[in-house]
């Protein structure tokens, strides 16, 4: 079934997220290693970029490289960063083409040096881009960024230009790597898991989760529009009762 058609786009998320989860389980099908999987990934993310700017989403995040996935096999991480850097350069023209700003949220510092420069590169070459923001989320996790937070705002304590009683929701937001976007309407998780890993914790507080079994190899177009249909058809109640929302 085609899903585009009964999207409406009157209602369309502003921001989505991606756990892109699976890569390694779809290589072992095919008998081949891991970054067999990561490498076929690349087309996933190429079409979920692509779709989201034909809709028009102004956010798309996608978790591409967790703090917690520097503990895999060395050669898997050396693997993944060389088709980092790789995959950004060769898609630069198609970001601008398509005009796709990119962004990167994380503990970027800890990239290696190559992988870094090439990210800088990119994010200043589509700068001025305004159609959609793909954001990359690299050497990324929640609880690191929020300590990050945590730290910041005790600095400025210390520094006595923020009072304790001056903290507020906005404060903690302000302090987030993801201080200047809107928080993430739909979650999409690929590969059957039913868990965030560490993502957007504070962010996701009130996102609609959408679960595919689909590996993220094989995850596309029709899969996203597929998500954001059914995310079009939940409620968000927001803590209130239904009758509340219709009057
Ligand atoms: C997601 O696929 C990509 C990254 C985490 C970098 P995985 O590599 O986690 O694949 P599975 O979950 O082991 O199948
Ligand atoms: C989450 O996937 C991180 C990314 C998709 C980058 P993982 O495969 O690392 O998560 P777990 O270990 O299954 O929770
Ligand atoms: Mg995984």
Redesign the pocket.
């Known amino acids: 079934m085609d899903f585009k058609d009964k999207i409406n786009l009157n209602k369309l998320p502003q921001h989505i997220a991606i756990i892109?989860?699976?890569?390694?389980?779809?290589a072992?099908q095919q008998g081949e290693e891991?970054i067999f999987?990561?490498e076929n990934?690349v087309k996933s993310v190429r079409e979920t970029v692509e779709a989201a700017a034909e809709l028009g989403i102004q956010y798309l995040t996608l978790?591409?490289?967790?703090t917690e996935?520097w503990n895999r096999p060395k050669e898997e991480v050396m693997a993944?960063m060389q088709l980092l850097v790789h995959t950004i350069s060769a898609e630069t023209k198609t970001l601008n083409e398509n005009k796709i700003r990119l962004q990167a949220i994380g503990d970027l510092k800890s990239l290696p040096q190559d992988c870094l420069h090439e990210l800088n590169e990119a994010i200043e070459n589509t700068k001025n881009n305004s159609r959609t923001t793909l954001v990359l989320a690299l050497s990324y996790s929640s609880r690191w960024e929020i300590v990050n937070a945590v730290k910041q705002i005790a600095q400025q304590i210390e520094n006595k230009t923020l009072s304790a009683s001056q903290i507020s929701e906005e404060t903690i937001n302000s302090f987030l790597c993801t201080a200047s976007m809107p928080e993430p309407e739909l979650m999409i998780r690929t590969?059957g898991?039913h868990r965030i890993s560490n993502f957007l914790l504070w962010q996701l507080a009130y996102s609609e989760f959408y679960f595919t079994e689909k590996?993220?190899p094989d995850f596309r177009k029709n899969d996203f529009y597929e998500a954001i249909l059914e995310y079009q058809n939940r409620e968000r109640r927001f803590g209130k009762t239904s009758e509340q929302l219709i009057s």
């Open positions: 892109m989860d699976g890569n390694g389980r779809w072992k891991r999987g990561h990934g978790y591409a490289f967790s996935n993944l590969s898991e590996l993220w």
